[in-house]
């Protein structure tokens, strides 16, 4: 009896048909760990570049909270963010005392140091708590999601559309669009593996993202580790956290 | 033995895994022009000259960081700046023969203190040299005073100044924190090299004394043909002792989703008020200036208007209970008016409280011959007043930023009733004074443009002063709600900051005091108009 409910759960997961229950599969792989810890390098080419802009730095991630300290180029090193879900984000400003200031929502309007990583992108949450999905089809191993943004939420991409994984229920590709379905930006990514720690969580090693207002714009995100159940307190989460890390 | 040596210096010793070891720093060099500034020598380095045209500013600074963490429960922190002026301070031929008045320094610590992590559980400590930032403003926080401000750069808008402080901050739950500070010993703002221009002539503006005519009394006997041509001004520090420190309760989380704090303040402001007068016979004063103490009662809020597109905003106001201060006038008197042969003797001024008419004692080498029968100049009222700052941000698309405050008490300011200001004219002893609320109100805005991948960002900022609203109490109680006589003032700081490569800065700017000589920004001593030319290198 237990082989036969595991067996049609698993085939309910890899023949979900409604698009909420692929953003709910999506939105429980996301954050399918305790904790994760990444150390990620961020290059940003103008366009035609060969070489670019390295930004180095270290995510931690927990529940809806998440962690970020820059760690390079010298002139953003020690800088920190921390965001709480959607609508909550704090930075700490070395160079002011190491005094930390909570940014507004539109902050997420902002590049991320000039690279085509949307703010948002950082930021945790839900899907299901701010888009309303449609299911429009299938492509490869892949759902094909159409996303509008909720009235009353926030964020600088009203429609997105995703290609979320069968296997692994990550997005491995993401077109944001305005409020007209045309797209601005679009992520790939590539090199999925599961992480150190984990046996369920898949973590991509590579981003891709191409900014297409900016004539093709290009930003990678490399992953050079990714950690999952580390055992990270609740303590590094909070504005204390990341003031001492620093 | 040597096996029982051995585990025990492996186990004192922290594991090389357990040391975090940063060093950073910059090297940066500083060049700026003055524009249409009145004149003033400066005392060192003699060749840094405040012309009306010419070089203000010539530095170059080599920044040193160094923090040791140890397993996430100690770290230690310095951070040094080694100054080049830039100017040479050579006045003589013994100064040409020794490097450091060819090419004079300074060193600025910025930090030099030890974090102790989770002494207790939730307790935080940090002891040593610090700055302690409070307050949701962007650089205009009332609620922020353990560190006075450095004034020296106008471009900074008031740095804080580091000093020695012991901080206990405890975080019981989320983003709850309740710190105290204690401070043993105050440090005084660093006013900017034109201050004294402010209290170095008697005839330039009047005595900030509150009362209107006291003020007028004192400012006509300064223009008189006794009137001083020479002002010495001396300092009255704080006393290093217990009564002197200061300390501060802040607590601070969020409440609704909003970040709010309530905060107590003890100590002093750091620029300094007249105390005291005294007029010598060869026609030369000498000014005694001290640090009038303050309770400060603080509290802010800060967060995101979801339905404004996420705007963010901030409120901060502090209601300050300062310490009155008085002005004392003293006259030296020739020994052949002193009384009973009692000498040397001066004379004391006074006012006669329901007349305003001077009244005049005498003091003698031990003390009073005669009290005067009146009352000092009142320079700072023991009347409570409030600064505040109301602000908020947002993004136009991705690459517009736009930052806008409303400000009651700009970062000098301090202390309810009138504002003296120098004369439009500085030669025409006849031209009319122009007084103004001394907390003004002030609107701050400014856009930043980000451009390239933000590898250029255009940056322009201003200040324009609004005009008060005076309150005068007539003599029945009743009060008159008048506009002050309003003149336009302001500052104007565009610049252009070129990331040329990574970690390396380029930036061109200037720094423009817009209005007349008689009012804040067009006074002489809060500095001159400047274009600057700026280069860093962050490693």
Redesign the interface.
């Known amino acids: 009896m237990k082989k036969i409910l595991l067996l049609l759960s698993i085939a309910g997961a890899a023949h979900a048909q409604s698009a909420g229950e692929v953003l709910k599969l999506l939105d429980q792989a996301r954050h399918d760990f305790n904790d994760l810890t990444l150390e990620s390098k961020m290059t940003i080419y103008e366009p035609g570049a060969a070489t670019g802009r390295v930004v180095t730095f270290t995510t931690m991630v927990k529940g809806d909270k998440r962690l970020i300290r820059f760690t390079g180029p010298p002139d953003v090193r020690g800088m920190g963010l921390l965001t709480e879900g959607r609508d909550t984000m704090y930075a700490l400003l070395p160079a002011f005392g190491n005094r930390i200031r909570r940014m507004g929502t539109h902050a997420k309007n902002q590049s991320f140091m000039g690279s085509d990583v949307p703010n948002e992108d950082l930021a945790g949450g839900n899907y299901a708590d701010a888009f309303t999905p449609k299911l429009v089809g299938t492509e490869g191993n892949s759902w094909v999601v159409e996303l509008t943004l909720m009235p009353g939420k926030e964020g600088a991409f009203p429609k997105q559309k995703l290609w979320v994984d069968k296997t692994s229920h990550q997005i491995v590709k993401t077109e944001f669009m305005n409020d007209k379905g045309e797209s601005l930006l679009t992520m790939t990514s590539g090199g999925w593996v599961k992480d150190d720690g984990s046996s369920t969580h898949w973590s991509p090693r590579s981003i891709t993202y191409v900014d297409h207002a900016r004539n093709d714009h290009k930003t990678t995100v490399e992953m050079a580790s990714v950690k999952a159940n580390q055992g990270l307190s609740d303590d590094v989460f909070t504005q204390r956290g990341l003031q001492r890390g620093n | 033995m040597k096996r029982i040596l051995l585990i025990a210096l492996m186990v004192s010793t922290p594991a090389l895994a357990d040391v975090d070891l940063k060093f950073?720093g910059m090297i940066y060099s500083d060049i700026r022009y003055r524009l249409a500034g009145e004149p003033i020598n400066l005392s060192y380095p003699s060749q840094q000259q405040l012309l009306g045209y010419g070089f203000s500013r010539n530095d170059n600074l080599i920044k040193g960081r160094l923090s040791l963490g140890i397993a996430?429960r100690v770290?230690a922190v310095g951070d040094v700046d080694l100054v080049l002026y830039g100017f040479s301070d050579a006045k003589d031929i013994d100064a040409l023969t020794l490097h450091e008045r060819i090419d004079p320094y300074r060193l600025e610590v910025h930090a030099a203190y030890v974090?102790l992590?989770r002494v207790l559980p939730g307790l935080?400590l940090r002891i040593g040299r610090q700055?302690?930032?409070w307050g949701?403003a962007?650089q205009f926080n009332p609620t922020s005073n353990l560190n006075t401000l450095d004034f020296s750069d106008p471009l900074l808008f008031g740095r804080?100044l580091a000093n020695n402080m012991v901080r206990a901050?405890y975080?019981p739950k989320?983003?709850w924190?309740f710190t105290a500070v204690f401070v043993p010993i105050f440090r005084p703002a660093e006013l900017p090299r034109t201050a004294p221009i402010a209290l170095n002539s008697a005839t330039d503006r009047p005595a900030p004394v509150q009362d209107d005519q006291q003020r007028l009394f004192l400012w006509n006997t300064a223009l008189s043909p006794i009137g001083p041509n020479t002002v010495n001004v001396f300092t009255q520090q704080p006393e290093p002792s217990l009564a002197n420190a200061q300390f501060a309760f802040r607590a601070g989380g969020r409440v609704f989703?909003q970040?709010v704090s309530l905060s107590y303040y003890h100590g002093r402001f750091g620029i300094p008020s007249p105390l005291a007068t005294v007029n010598h016979l060869d026609r030369t004063a000498d000014v005694l200036v001290g640090w009038p103490r303050m309770d400060v009662l603080g509290a802010d809020v800060?967060?995101?208007?979801?339905?404004l597109?996420?705007?963010?905003?901030?409120v901060e106001g502090a209601l300050v209970f300062p310490q009155q201060t008085e002005l004392s006038v003293y006259n030296d008197l020739a020994n052949t008016s002193c009384p009973g042969n009692q000498t040397p003797c001066r004379q004391e001024l006074r006012f006669d409280p329901f007349t305003g008419s001077p009244v005049f004692g005498t003091v003698g080498p031990n003390g009073y011959l005669r009290v005067p029968d009146g009352v000092r100049s009142t320079v700072i009222p023991s009347t409570p007043f409030l600064k505040l700052t109301i602000g908020?941000?947002?993004?136009i698309?991705?690459?517009v930023?736009v930052n806008f405050q409303y400000i009651h008490g700009f970062i000098d300011e301090f202390g309810a009733g009138t504002a003296v200001h120098p004369r439009l004219h500085p030669n025409d002893p006849y031209t009319a004074l122009r007084f103004d609320g001394r907390i003004g109100d002030y609107i701050v805005a400014g856009v930043d443009v980000?451009l390239?991948?933000?590898?250029l960002l255009g940056r322009l900022f201003a200040v324009a002063k609004l005009p008060s609203i005076l309150y005068d109490t007539n003599p029945d109680g009743t009060s008159n709600v008048h506009f002050e006589d309003y003149k336009f003032t302001g500052v104007l700081f565009p610049q252009l900051i070129w990331?040329v490569w990574?970690?390396t800065?380029l930036t061109l700017g200037a720094f423009l005091f817009l209005g007349g000589r008689d009012t804040k920004f067009g006074d002489p001593a809060a500095g001159a108009s400047e274009l600057f030319l700026k280069c860093k290198f962050?490693?």
């Open positions: 950073s996430d770290k974090d992590y935080d700055t302690v930032v949701v962007d804080a901050d975080n989320g983003d924190i989703g970040d800060a967060g995101s208007i979801t339905p597109a996420g705007m963010g905003y901030w908020g941000d947002m993004s698309g991705s690459h930023y980000h390239f991948s933000d590898r990331s990574e970690a800065e962050t490693y």
